[in-house]
C-alpha cells in the first residue's frame, strides 16, 4: 500500500500542505498542482496511483479537469477523490466521475481512510 503516489489538485496553498503532511506522514508520496489546466501532462509526468482533486480551481474547474482525466483510456482507471466546501460535493463528484468525495473542512481521519479504502483497489 505504500510507496504509493497522490497526485493532489488544489489552488489553496495551505490545503496542498495539508494533504502534503497528512499523506505523507501516512507514507505516500505526494505530488501538488495549483492549477488543472494542464491535468493530462501533469497526470503523464507523474504517473499518480490516486488523484485528489479541488473543486474550484483554475483554470477550467475541477468537475471539467476530471471529466477530461476520465476521457481518457490510459488514465481513466485512476480513482479520484473530490474535494469541496460545497454543500453538494457529493453531487459534483458524481457529474465529475469521482470514485469518492471529501468535504472540505474535512476530517484527517477521513481522509487517511478513504485514501487507504481507495488504493487498496489499485
Known amino acids: 500500500m505504500k510507496n504509493k503516489t497522490i497526485l ?3 489552488d489553496d496553498t495551505n490545503i496542498l500542505d495539508v494533504f ?13 498542482s ?3 489546466h ?11 496511483d490516486m488523484i485528489i482533486m479541488d473543486n474550484w480551481i483554475p483554470n477550467i474547474g475541477g468537475v471539467k479537469a476530471t471529466q ?5 483510456p490510459a488514465f481513466k482507471h485512476i480513482p479520484v477523490i473530490y474535494c469541496s ?6 453531487s459534483l463528484a458524481e457529474q465529475a466521475g469521482a470514485e469518492a468525495y471529501l ?11 478513504k485514501v487507504a479504502t481507495l488504493l ?3
Not at 466546501?85 to 457529493?90: K, L, M, Q
Not at 468535504?103 to 481512510?113: C, Q, R, V
Open 38 to 48: 494542464n491535468i493530462l501532462e501533469r497526470v503523464k509526468e507523474v504517473n499518480p
Open 20 to 32: 502534503t503532511i497528512v499523506l505523507e506522514a501516512s507514507g505516500y508520496h505526494v505530488e501538488i
Open 103 to 113: 468535504a472540505k473542512p474535512f476530517d484527517l481521519d477521513e481522509l487517511e481512510n
Open 85 to 90: 466546501a460545497n454543500n453538494d460535493v457529493s
Open 8 to 10: 493532489v489538485f488544489d
Open 68 to 72: 477530461i482525466l476520465k476521457s481518457e
Open 120 to 122: 487498496r483497489n489499485v
Open 34 to 36: 495549483e492549477t488543472s
